[in-house]
């Protein structure tokens, strides 16, 4: 997305609000036995009446299972809340939805806050209102949610796919997880297959708009239909594991487990077995390397760093130059997904950047072409080639907000395995001796002028990520250009 849509968000901004979801407001007061927190599909066990109190708070996990806990805090799980960017357009399509996102955002971010109906919403509180909610319903996706949830109601969505907060939430003394014969003194314990599995996941890594049914966010469908998915690696094979591991995982496409590698091994927990041949790491890192660092939460730096690292070894670059015509050459710059299990990029793909920079200077240091290097107000230029989605509303119109998009209309993600080319014809001087180009492959979570209006101008610059780079050398000889040194 290189500026598109950022005038729906600022037309909201000014008083203009497009209630693109308006409809969705009816549903989710008509709520249901089989889906009591529309148009969200979580649900409680037994259809009981939820308590805040009824989870454990994350800090009772910290003494029998350190390991665990000093990886999920500062995750993007532990912040799902209080993440000023998801409470900031979650603010924004409260108002502009009259109340339709309330559960279906919350639901994902907080389930026992909507679940206990605790959750508050101030529209008055900077920058656009903020939610509040007590205890554990604050700690985001924390450990007595993940753990106590025992199904998954993918049979009750309009989809019939993972989605939506499509889980059973069972909060009590039975914690479940992926390891057989797990023990403890602290609580009961249980095997669950979903826990092993990329479903599991999937009830809140693919989003569908609740009314038009449109994939707004589809990570793990983009991980069902890969090569990954073929050879039974999961999403934990990736995100919960160290990302040497992770590579490993992508370039041989075995699962963690076959690895064999000692040091994912241990002890889950304490008075359980000692001797465990894996044991997941919970800090759940992707490509976000700006929210907490931003917040400056205990452990956000590392985060950031690992998030840069996954970023760096995600993706591959291979340059080439053809000749058209004469002098008129064209580069060609291969991206390949090399090693992530969904679409580079995954999530709002329509809000996410991916793209290209591309410089060719010759001998002389004329510049002969340029693309994709960011502007004063740190926006990517018109003709930037990107990977990113481009959405539109149900009128045809431009927009980033995601409970607006009807449909893409362009979406030149790339595929786990697969590749995509940008391309710039450019003239070689006959006197230009050689070529030097230099292709970058930058990242960015959100565009700068999404961030002015969601956080604030002003509020935070938002930096680019350099997941890959090439530079190459290629002799010229009469205006003509021969193979790269």
Not at 64 to 82: D, N
Not at 238 to 262: E, Q, R, S
Request: charged share 20%; hydrophobic share 40%.
């Amino acid at each position: 997305m290189r500026g598109r849509g950022l005038a729906a968000v600022a037309a909201f901004v000014v008083g203009i609000p497009t209630l693109a979801l308006a409809d969705a407001a009816a549903p989710q007061a008509g709520a249901t036995a089989e889906q009591p927190f529309p148009p969200s599909y979580i649900t409680v066990e037994g259809g009981k009446a939820a308590k805040v109190d009824d989870w454990q708070d994350p800090s009772m996990c910290v003494g029998c299972h350190p390991r665990q806990a000093a990886g999920w805090q500062g995750s993007m799980h532990s912040i799902a809340f209080t993440d000023p960017v998801f409470q900031n357009l979650w603010a924004l399509g409260d108002k502009a939805t009259k109340g339709a996102t309330f559960n279906h955002c919350g639901a994902c971010h907080t389930g026992p806050g909507i679940a206990s109906g605790t959750v508050k919403f101030d529209p008055d509180k900077p920058v656009h209102g903020e939610f509040t909610a007590p205890g554990v319903a604050a700690k985001g996706v924390s450990c007595d949610l993940c753990h106590t949830i025992s199904a998954s109601n993918v049979m009750k969505t309009a989809t019939l796919e993972h989605g939506n907060a499509s889980y059973v939430m069972s909060p009590g003394p039975v914690k479940r997880g992926p390891l057989q014969e797990s023990k403890s003194p602290f609580h009961e314990t249980a095997y669950s297959e979903l826990h092993t599995k990329a479903a599991f996941c999937g009830n809140c890594h693919n989003i569908f708009h609740p009314t038009n049914h449109f994939p707004v966010e589809r990570t793990y469908d983009e991980w069902k239909y890969s090569i990954y998915a073929q050879n039974g690696i999961q999403c934990q094979d990736c995100h919960m594991t160290p990302v040497k591991t992770a590579i490993k995982v992508a370039d041989t496409l075995k699962p963690a487990k076959a690895l064999g590698d000692k040091e994912l091994g241990g002890a889950a927990g304490m008075g359980g077995p000692t001797d465990r041949s894996l044991v997941h790491e919970h800090g759940f890192v992707g490509g976000n390397a700006i929210i907490a660092p931003l917040m400056k939460v205990q452990g956000g730096e590392e985060h950031k760093a690992i998030a840069v690292e996954r970023l760096q070894n995600a993706a591959e670059l291979e340059v080439k130059v053809e000749q058209l015509k004469d002098n008129l050459h064209l580069l060609k710059v291969k991206v390949i997904n090399a090693r992530a299990g969904h679409h580079l990029p995954t999530s709002l793909t329509e809000v996410r950047q991916i793209w290209v920079e591309a410089v060719v200077t010759d001998s002389k240091g004329r510049e002969l072409m340029r693309s994709g290097t960011l502007t004063a107000q740190n926006e990517l230029p018109a003709d930037t080639v990107a990977f990113n989605s481009h959405a539109v509303d149900k009128d045809g119109k431009d927009t980033v907000l995601p409970w607006e998009v009807s449909r893409f209309v362009d979406s030149p993600t790339i595929p786990p395995r697969g590749y995509k080319y940008a391309k710039y014809p450019f003239n070689v001087p006959a006197d230009a001796g050689s070529l030097k180009v230099v292709a970058k492959l930058n990242y960015r979570s959100y565009p700068q002028g999404v961030a002015d209006i969601i956080l604030g101008k002003g509020a935070v610059k938002i930096p680019t990520f350099e997941m890959e780079s090439v530079t190459k050398e290629f002799p010229v000889s009469k205006g003509k250009v021969a193979a790269a040194k």
